[in-house]
Protein backbone atom coordinates (compact mmCIF):
# COMPACT_ATOMS: atom_id res chain seq x y z
CA UNK A 1 0.00 0.00 0.00
CA UNK A 2 1.46 3.83 -1.03
CA UNK A 3 1.19 6.12 1.60
CA UNK A 4 1.72 9.68 0.27
CA UNK A 5 4.16 12.11 2.12
CA UNK A 6 2.06 14.32 4.91
CA UNK A 7 2.69 17.31 2.82
CA UNK A 8 1.06 15.97 -0.26
CA UNK A 9 -1.59 14.97 2.50
CA UNK A 10 -2.74 17.91 3.42
CA UNK A 11 -2.03 19.30 0.18
CA UNK A 12 -4.66 16.95 -1.25
CA UNK A 13 -7.11 17.61 1.49
CA UNK A 14 -6.61 21.10 1.01
CA UNK A 15 -7.71 20.51 -2.61
CA UNK A 16 -10.67 18.89 -2.14
CA UNK A 17 -12.03 21.45 0.55
CA UNK A 18 -11.60 24.39 -1.74
CA UNK A 19 -13.69 22.34 -4.24
CA UNK A 20 -15.96 21.28 -2.01
CA UNK A 21 -16.82 24.84 -0.93
CA UNK A 22 -16.78 26.19 -4.33
CA UNK A 23 -18.74 24.07 -5.42
CA UNK A 24 -21.00 24.79 -2.60
CA UNK A 25 -20.79 28.60 -3.05
CA UNK A 26 -21.57 28.52 -6.59
CA UNK A 27 -24.62 26.40 -5.85
CA UNK A 28 -25.52 28.88 -3.58
CA UNK A 29 -25.17 31.75 -5.65
CA UNK A 30 -26.47 30.32 -8.84
CA UNK A 31 -29.86 29.62 -6.17
CA UNK A 32 -30.16 33.50 -4.96
CA UNK A 33 -29.24 34.96 -8.45
CA UNK A 34 -31.75 33.02 -10.09
CA UNK A 35 -34.39 34.12 -7.44
CA UNK A 36 -32.83 37.79 -7.60
CA UNK A 37 -33.59 37.70 -11.86
CA UNK A 38 -37.02 36.73 -11.22
CA UNK A 39 -38.04 38.95 -8.55
CA UNK A 40 -36.41 42.04 -11.30
CA UNK A 41 -38.38 40.62 -14.21
CA UNK A 42 -41.84 40.45 -11.97
CA UNK A 43 -40.67 44.57 -10.75
CA UNK A 44 -40.45 45.19 -14.64
CA UNK A 45 -43.65 43.66 -15.83
CA UNK A 46 -45.58 45.52 -12.66
CA UNK A 47 -44.34 48.72 -14.47
CA UNK A 48 -45.75 47.40 -17.80
CA UNK A 49 -48.84 47.05 -16.19
CA UNK A 50 -49.00 50.59 -15.49
CA UNK A 51 -48.02 51.28 -19.17
CA UNK A 52 -47.03 49.53 -21.96
CA UNK A 53 -45.12 52.49 -22.97
CA UNK A 54 -43.03 53.19 -20.26
CA UNK A 55 -40.61 51.29 -21.64
CA UNK A 56 -39.72 54.06 -24.24
CA UNK A 57 -38.64 56.22 -21.31
CA UNK A 58 -37.19 53.59 -18.74
CA UNK A 59 -35.46 50.90 -20.55
CA UNK A 60 -33.48 53.79 -22.59
CA UNK A 61 -31.93 55.39 -19.10
CA UNK A 62 -31.33 51.81 -17.87
CA UNK A 63 -29.07 50.63 -20.92
CA UNK A 64 -27.12 54.03 -20.37
CA UNK A 65 -26.66 53.15 -16.41
CA UNK A 66 -25.81 49.48 -17.13
CA UNK A 67 -23.18 50.36 -19.70
CA UNK A 68 -21.54 53.48 -18.12
CA UNK A 69 -21.28 51.41 -14.62
CA UNK A 70 -20.14 48.31 -16.83
CA UNK A 71 -17.31 50.42 -18.51
CA UNK A 72 -16.15 52.41 -15.50
CA UNK A 73 -16.57 49.78 -12.95
CA UNK A 74 -16.83 46.12 -14.04
CA UNK A 75 -14.96 46.04 -17.69
CA UNK A 76 -14.55 42.32 -18.56
CA UNK A 77 -18.11 41.76 -17.41
CA UNK A 78 -19.96 42.25 -20.85
CA UNK A 79 -21.72 40.24 -22.73
CA UNK A 80 -22.67 36.33 -21.56
CA UNK A 81 -19.76 35.53 -19.90
CA UNK A 82 -18.95 32.64 -21.69
CA UNK A 83 -16.57 33.77 -23.97
CA UNK A 84 -14.17 35.27 -21.31
CA UNK A 85 -13.89 32.18 -19.80
CA UNK A 86 -12.97 30.20 -22.98
CA UNK A 87 -10.40 33.15 -23.00
CA UNK A 88 -9.54 32.89 -19.20
CA UNK A 89 -8.22 28.87 -20.56
CA UNK A 90 -6.31 29.74 -22.92
CA UNK A 91 -2.99 27.99 -22.11
CA UNK A 92 -1.06 31.14 -24.26
CA UNK A 93 -2.79 33.50 -21.65
CA UNK A 94 -0.84 34.91 -19.01
CA UNK A 95 -2.47 34.92 -15.21
CA UNK A 96 -3.30 38.82 -15.81
CA UNK A 97 -5.77 38.32 -18.33
CA UNK A 98 -7.40 35.27 -15.82
CA UNK A 99 -7.72 37.75 -12.73
CA UNK A 100 -9.19 40.87 -15.41
CA UNK A 101 -11.91 38.47 -15.86
CA UNK A 102 -12.55 36.26 -13.57
CA UNK A 103 -12.60 38.20 -10.10
CA UNK A 104 -14.95 38.44 -7.33
CA UNK A 105 -15.26 42.11 -8.42
CA UNK A 106 -16.23 41.12 -12.05
CA UNK A 107 -18.61 38.25 -10.87
CA UNK A 108 -20.29 41.02 -8.56
CA UNK A 109 -20.73 42.98 -11.39
CA UNK A 110 -22.27 40.48 -13.12
CA UNK A 111 -24.74 39.78 -10.87
CA UNK A 112 -25.71 43.11 -9.89
CA UNK A 113 -26.24 44.75 -13.59
CA UNK A 114 -28.03 41.38 -15.16
CA UNK A 115 -30.59 41.83 -12.82
CA UNK A 116 -30.91 45.75 -13.35
CA UNK A 117 -31.00 44.74 -17.04
CA UNK A 118 -33.75 42.26 -16.47
CA UNK A 119 -35.46 45.26 -14.23
CA UNK A 120 -34.94 47.83 -17.44
CA UNK A 121 -36.52 45.16 -19.89
CA UNK A 122 -33.43 43.74 -21.52
CA UNK A 123 -33.82 40.12 -23.17
CA UNK A 124 -30.71 38.27 -21.40
CA UNK A 125 -30.62 35.09 -19.74
CA UNK A 126 -28.76 34.64 -16.15
CA UNK A 127 -27.43 30.88 -17.33
CA UNK A 128 -24.23 32.39 -19.82
CA UNK A 129 -23.28 34.49 -16.71
CA UNK A 130 -23.46 32.05 -14.14
CA UNK A 131 -20.99 30.32 -15.95
CA UNK A 132 -18.10 33.25 -15.49
CA UNK A 133 -18.97 33.50 -12.17
CA UNK A 134 -18.96 30.08 -11.49
CA UNK A 135 -15.57 29.98 -12.69
CA UNK A 136 -14.46 33.34 -10.74
CA UNK A 137 -15.95 31.88 -7.29
CA UNK A 138 -13.56 28.71 -8.06
CA UNK A 139 -10.67 30.89 -9.44
CA UNK A 140 -10.62 33.22 -6.37
CA UNK A 141 -10.84 30.41 -4.24
CA UNK A 142 -7.56 29.17 -5.77
CA UNK A 143 -5.56 32.07 -4.99
CA UNK A 144 -6.73 32.41 -1.92
CA UNK A 145 -5.55 28.78 -0.97
CA UNK A 146 -2.41 29.42 -2.84
CA UNK A 147 -2.60 26.87 -5.58
CA UNK A 148 -0.39 28.02 -8.21
CA UNK A 149 -0.16 25.02 -10.54
CA UNK A 150 -1.23 25.98 -13.79
CA UNK A 151 -2.71 22.62 -14.49
CA UNK A 152 -4.99 23.12 -11.09
CA UNK A 153 -5.60 26.44 -11.62
CA UNK A 154 -7.19 25.43 -15.34
CA UNK A 155 -9.53 22.69 -13.35
CA UNK A 156 -10.46 25.28 -10.77
CA UNK A 157 -12.06 27.64 -13.92
CA UNK A 158 -12.74 24.48 -15.59
CA UNK A 159 -14.81 23.02 -12.55
CA UNK A 160 -16.45 26.21 -11.74
CA UNK A 161 -17.86 26.88 -15.25
CA UNK A 162 -19.37 23.57 -15.82
CA UNK A 163 -21.12 23.82 -11.59
CA UNK A 164 -22.06 27.34 -13.37
CA UNK A 165 -24.42 25.76 -16.58
CA UNK A 166 -25.16 22.64 -14.09
CA UNK A 167 -26.31 24.76 -11.08
CA UNK A 168 -28.27 27.46 -13.06
CA UNK A 169 -30.15 25.00 -15.27
CA UNK A 170 -30.51 22.27 -12.94
CA UNK A 171 -29.03 19.88 -15.15
CA UNK A 172 -25.80 18.07 -14.04
CA UNK A 173 -25.47 16.40 -16.84
CA UNK A 174 -25.47 19.62 -19.17
CA UNK A 175 -22.51 20.53 -17.19
CA UNK A 176 -20.21 18.04 -17.62
CA UNK A 177 -20.98 18.34 -21.16
CA UNK A 178 -20.98 21.88 -21.67
CA UNK A 179 -17.37 21.41 -20.35
CA UNK A 180 -15.58 19.27 -22.52
CA UNK A 181 -17.71 20.46 -25.52
CA UNK A 182 -17.88 23.83 -25.51
CA UNK A 183 -14.53 24.70 -23.46
CA UNK A 184 -13.16 20.87 -24.89
CA UNK A 185 -9.93 22.65 -25.77
CA UNK A 186 -9.18 23.14 -22.58
CA UNK A 187 -10.21 19.87 -21.23
CA UNK A 188 -7.49 17.38 -19.87
CA UNK A 189 -8.25 13.55 -18.91
CA UNK A 190 -7.04 14.36 -15.33
CA UNK A 191 -9.62 17.19 -14.70
CA UNK A 192 -12.69 15.31 -15.22
CA UNK A 193 -12.45 13.62 -11.97
CA UNK A 194 -12.49 17.31 -10.42
CA UNK A 195 -15.80 18.72 -13.12
CA UNK A 196 -17.45 15.60 -12.07
CA UNK A 197 -17.34 16.01 -7.99
CA UNK A 198 -17.51 20.31 -8.70
CA UNK A 199 -20.67 19.60 -10.95
CA UNK A 200 -22.19 16.61 -8.61
CA UNK A 201 -22.01 19.22 -5.47
CA UNK A 202 -22.87 22.02 -6.99
CA UNK A 203 -26.15 20.08 -8.46
CA UNK A 204 -26.92 18.21 -5.02
CA UNK A 205 -26.88 22.36 -3.61
CA UNK A 206 -29.14 23.44 -6.00
CA UNK A 207 -31.36 20.05 -5.34
CA UNK A 208 -31.43 20.71 -1.52
CA UNK A 209 -32.87 24.31 -1.94
CA UNK A 210 -35.11 24.23 -4.87
CA UNK A 211 -36.06 20.29 -5.16
CA UNK A 212 -35.87 17.86 -8.34
CA UNK A 213 -37.45 20.13 -10.46
CA UNK A 214 -37.13 20.38 -14.43
CA UNK A 215 -36.95 24.11 -16.34
CA UNK A 216 -39.88 23.36 -18.83
CA UNK A 217 -41.34 20.97 -16.72
CA UNK A 218 -42.16 17.31 -18.45
CA UNK A 219 -43.62 17.41 -21.65
CA UNK A 220 -44.63 13.86 -23.19
CA UNK A 221 -44.04 14.60 -27.01
CA UNK A 222 -43.39 11.90 -29.39
CA UNK A 223 -42.17 11.34 -32.82
CA UNK A 224 -43.38 8.65 -35.15
CA UNK A 225 -40.12 7.64 -36.57
CA UNK A 226 -40.06 7.96 -40.51
CA UNK A 227 -43.82 9.93 -41.09
CA UNK A 228 -43.32 12.86 -38.37
CA UNK A 229 -39.51 13.20 -39.15
CA UNK A 230 -39.90 16.04 -42.01
CA UNK A 231 -40.41 18.29 -39.28
CA UNK A 232 -36.83 16.90 -37.59
CA UNK A 233 -34.75 18.71 -40.88
CA UNK A 234 -37.11 21.21 -41.40
CA UNK A 235 -36.46 22.52 -37.75
CA UNK A 236 -32.79 21.72 -38.44
CA UNK A 237 -32.43 23.34 -41.13
CA UNK A 238 -34.05 26.71 -40.10
CA UNK A 239 -32.52 26.65 -36.46
CA UNK A 240 -28.97 26.48 -37.66
CA UNK A 241 -29.78 28.89 -40.47
CA UNK A 242 -31.29 31.04 -37.90
CA UNK A 243 -28.95 30.55 -34.83
CA UNK A 244 -25.84 31.04 -37.42
CA UNK A 245 -27.09 34.31 -38.52
CA UNK A 246 -27.94 35.32 -35.07
CA UNK A 247 -24.12 34.87 -34.48
CA UNK A 248 -22.38 36.59 -37.53
CA UNK A 249 -24.25 39.76 -36.75
CA UNK A 250 -22.69 39.20 -33.08
CA UNK A 251 -19.19 38.52 -34.13
CA UNK A 252 -19.42 40.99 -37.16
CA UNK A 253 -20.55 44.05 -34.66
CA UNK A 254 -18.05 42.81 -31.86
CA UNK A 255 -14.93 42.72 -34.88
CA UNK A 256 -16.41 46.56 -35.39
CA UNK A 257 -18.42 47.76 -37.87
CA UNK A 258 -17.00 49.92 -41.20
CA UNK A 259 -18.18 53.40 -42.12
CA UNK A 260 -19.80 56.18 -40.08
CA UNK A 261 -22.11 53.93 -38.30
CA UNK A 262 -19.29 51.57 -36.78
CA UNK A 263 -17.40 55.42 -35.65
CA UNK A 264 -20.58 56.61 -34.14
CA UNK A 265 -20.92 53.34 -31.99
CA UNK A 266 -17.28 53.41 -31.00
CA UNK A 267 -17.52 57.40 -30.17
CA UNK A 268 -20.68 57.39 -28.60
CA UNK A 269 -21.01 53.94 -26.71
CA UNK A 270 -23.70 55.89 -24.30
CA UNK A 271 -25.93 57.04 -27.19
CA UNK A 272 -25.73 53.61 -28.83
CA UNK A 273 -26.98 52.07 -25.69
CA UNK A 274 -29.93 54.48 -25.45
CA UNK A 275 -30.74 53.82 -28.86
CA UNK A 276 -30.65 50.19 -28.03
CA UNK A 277 -33.07 50.77 -25.01
CA UNK A 278 -35.76 52.51 -27.33
CA UNK A 279 -35.13 49.66 -29.83
CA UNK A 280 -35.64 47.26 -27.37
CA UNK A 281 -38.40 49.48 -26.45
CA UNK A 282 -39.85 49.36 -29.45
CA UNK A 283 -39.76 45.62 -30.27
CA UNK A 284 -41.64 45.15 -26.95
CA UNK A 285 -44.50 47.14 -28.15
CA UNK A 286 -44.70 45.65 -31.30
CA UNK A 287 -44.70 41.85 -29.51
CA UNK A 288 -46.96 42.68 -27.18
CA UNK A 289 -44.75 42.68 -24.18
CA UNK A 290 -43.09 39.51 -24.86
CA UNK A 291 -39.52 40.00 -25.67
CA UNK A 292 -38.53 41.69 -22.39
CA UNK A 293 -36.68 39.37 -20.60
CA UNK A 294 -35.39 36.07 -20.30
CA UNK A 295 -37.85 34.57 -22.46
CA UNK A 296 -38.17 31.73 -20.02
CA UNK A 297 -41.98 31.82 -19.16
CA UNK A 298 -43.11 32.95 -23.10
CA UNK A 299 -41.38 29.34 -23.81
CA UNK A 300 -42.95 27.55 -21.30
CA UNK A 301 -46.30 28.98 -22.25
CA UNK A 302 -46.02 27.89 -25.61
CA UNK A 303 -44.79 24.24 -24.87
CA UNK A 304 -48.12 23.94 -22.07
CA UNK A 305 -50.24 24.91 -24.59
CA UNK A 306 -51.97 28.12 -23.39
CA UNK A 307 -49.64 31.10 -24.89
CA UNK A 308 -50.85 33.70 -26.89
CA UNK A 309 -47.80 35.32 -28.69
CA UNK A 310 -47.45 36.67 -32.15
CA UNK A 311 -46.72 34.66 -35.08
CA UNK A 312 -43.52 37.15 -34.97
CA UNK A 313 -42.34 35.91 -31.86
CA UNK A 314 -39.41 34.01 -32.24
CA UNK A 315 -37.97 36.81 -34.87
CA UNK A 316 -39.03 39.59 -32.58
CA UNK A 317 -36.92 37.46 -29.60
CA UNK A 318 -34.06 37.01 -31.89
CA UNK A 319 -33.44 40.95 -32.91
CA UNK A 320 -34.10 41.73 -29.49
CA UNK A 321 -31.34 39.78 -28.05
CA UNK A 322 -28.92 41.39 -30.57
CA UNK A 323 -29.54 44.40 -30.30
CA UNK A 324 -29.60 44.08 -26.01
CA UNK A 325 -26.09 41.52 -26.79
CA UNK A 326 -24.64 44.39 -29.25
CA UNK A 327 -25.18 47.54 -26.67
CA UNK A 328 -22.29 46.48 -23.98
CA UNK A 329 -23.97 45.38 -20.93
CA UNK A 330 -23.91 41.99 -19.12
CA UNK A 331 -25.94 39.50 -19.81
CA UNK A 332 -26.41 35.93 -21.21
CA UNK A 333 -27.82 34.46 -24.83
CA UNK A 334 -28.34 30.93 -23.48
CA UNK A 335 -32.29 31.57 -22.13
CA UNK A 336 -33.24 34.02 -24.54
CA UNK A 337 -32.45 31.46 -27.58
CA UNK A 338 -34.01 28.64 -26.00
CA UNK A 339 -37.10 30.81 -26.04
CA UNK A 340 -36.78 32.31 -29.78
CA UNK A 341 -36.47 29.06 -30.91
CA UNK A 342 -39.60 27.73 -29.32
CA UNK A 343 -40.81 30.64 -31.22
CA UNK A 344 -39.48 29.37 -34.55
CA UNK A 345 -40.38 25.99 -33.72
CA UNK A 346 -44.20 27.31 -33.13
CA UNK A 347 -44.06 28.83 -36.89
CA UNK A 348 -42.74 25.62 -38.21
CA UNK A 349 -45.65 23.71 -36.11
CA UNK A 350 -48.04 24.86 -38.78
CA UNK A 351 -46.86 23.49 -41.29
CA UNK A 352 -46.91 20.08 -39.54
CA UNK A 353 -50.13 19.05 -38.35
CA UNK A 354 -49.61 15.20 -38.03
CA UNK A 355 -46.96 16.67 -35.50
CA UNK A 356 -47.67 17.45 -31.91
CA UNK A 357 -47.11 20.94 -31.68
CA UNK A 358 -45.21 20.41 -28.26
CA UNK A 359 -42.72 18.54 -30.57
CA UNK A 360 -42.25 21.04 -33.13
CA UNK A 361 -41.18 23.66 -30.03
CA UNK A 362 -38.75 21.32 -28.61
CA UNK A 363 -36.88 20.67 -31.83
CA UNK A 364 -36.93 24.54 -32.36
CA UNK A 365 -35.26 25.41 -29.18
CA UNK A 366 -32.59 22.63 -29.16
CA UNK A 367 -31.90 23.34 -33.09
CA UNK A 368 -31.83 27.57 -33.02
CA UNK A 369 -30.16 26.91 -29.53
CA UNK A 370 -27.24 24.61 -31.50
CA UNK A 371 -27.31 26.94 -34.37
CA UNK A 372 -26.26 29.75 -32.24
CA UNK A 373 -23.39 27.72 -29.79
CA UNK A 374 -22.60 25.01 -32.93
CA UNK A 375 -22.49 23.23 -29.88
CA UNK A 376 -24.86 20.28 -30.64
CA UNK A 377 -24.40 17.62 -27.81
CA UNK A 378 -24.85 20.51 -25.22
CA UNK A 379 -27.79 21.56 -27.26
CA UNK A 380 -29.78 18.32 -27.02
CA UNK A 381 -28.48 17.30 -23.72
CA UNK A 382 -30.03 20.88 -21.77
CA UNK A 383 -32.95 20.88 -24.23
CA UNK A 384 -33.28 17.04 -23.10
CA UNK A 385 -33.02 17.68 -19.19
CA UNK A 386 -35.28 21.28 -19.25
CA UNK A 387 -38.02 19.10 -20.56
CA UNK A 388 -37.60 15.76 -18.84
CA UNK A 389 -38.41 13.93 -21.82
CA UNK A 390 -35.79 10.84 -22.67
CA UNK A 391 -38.19 9.92 -25.58
CA UNK A 392 -37.32 12.98 -27.81
CA UNK A 393 -33.67 12.04 -27.41
CA UNK A 394 -33.05 10.85 -30.95
CA UNK A 395 -35.16 13.47 -32.85
CA UNK A 396 -33.11 16.12 -30.69
CA UNK A 397 -29.95 14.63 -31.21
CA UNK A 398 -30.91 14.65 -35.32
CA UNK A 399 -32.42 18.20 -35.39
CA UNK A 400 -28.99 19.59 -33.06
CA UNK A 401 -26.29 17.79 -35.76
CA UNK A 402 -28.19 19.08 -38.61
CA UNK A 403 -28.70 22.66 -37.07
CA UNK A 404 -24.91 22.91 -36.23
CA UNK A 405 -23.89 21.95 -40.19
CA UNK A 406 -26.49 24.80 -41.49
CA UNK A 407 -25.23 26.92 -38.99
CA UNK A 408 -21.33 26.84 -40.60
CA UNK A 409 -22.74 27.62 -43.65
CA UNK A 410 -23.54 31.18 -42.41
CA UNK A 411 -21.40 31.98 -39.76
CA UNK A 412 -18.36 29.45 -40.26
CA UNK A 413 -16.81 29.66 -36.69
CA UNK A 414 -18.37 29.50 -33.58
CA UNK A 415 -19.62 32.18 -31.47
CA UNK A 416 -18.34 32.02 -28.29
CA UNK A 417 -14.73 30.38 -29.48
CA UNK A 418 -14.74 33.51 -31.63
CA UNK A 419 -15.59 36.05 -29.68
CA UNK A 420 -12.68 34.82 -26.92
CA UNK A 421 -10.09 35.12 -29.31
CA UNK A 422 -11.55 38.60 -30.09
CA UNK A 423 -11.41 39.01 -26.42
CA UNK A 424 -8.02 37.96 -26.06
CA UNK A 425 -6.94 40.16 -29.30
CA UNK A 426 -8.44 43.24 -27.96
CA UNK A 427 -6.96 42.38 -23.68
CA UNK A 428 -3.31 42.72 -25.81
CA UNK A 429 -0.91 45.76 -24.90
CA UNK A 430 -0.99 46.15 -28.36
CA UNK A 431 -4.54 46.85 -28.64
CA UNK A 432 -4.64 49.26 -25.64
CA UNK A 433 -2.20 50.85 -26.68
CA UNK A 434 -4.26 51.69 -30.32
CA UNK A 435 -7.73 52.18 -27.99
CA UNK A 436 -8.71 48.73 -27.99
CA UNK A 437 -12.25 47.56 -25.94
CA UNK A 438 -12.51 44.35 -24.57
CA UNK A 439 -16.19 42.88 -25.33
CA UNK A 440 -17.66 39.81 -25.41
Known sequence: MKFLPRNAMILDWKRRLVFGIGAISVGLVAILFAVACEQANILFHKLLAISPYLPLVITPLGFVLIVVTTRKYFPGSQGSGIPQT????DPNESREI???????????GKIILTIVGLFFGASVGREGPTVQIGASIMHSLGNFARFNKHDLEKGLILAGGAAGVAAAFNTPLAGIVFAIEE?????????????????????????????????????????IFGSEWGVVVICGVAGGLLGGAFSRVLIEVN?????????????????????????????GLASGNTTYGSGYSEAKSLLDNNAALPESFGLLKMVATIVTYISGMPGGIMAPSLSAGAGFGAN???????????????????AYFAGVT????????????????????????????????CSRLVCPTPLFHTMAKSFIYKSAPHAKEGGGKAGG
Open 86 to 89: IAAL
Open 98 to 108: REQVLSLRVAA
Open 183 to 223: MGRSFEEHNSATILMTVIIAGITSLALLGNYSYFGHTPETL
Open 255 to 283: KGLSGRMGEWMRAKPLAFAAVCGVIIALV
Open 348 to 366: IAHFFTSVPPGAAIILGMV
Open 374 to 405: QAPITAFVIVMEMIDNHEMVLPLMAAALIAKL
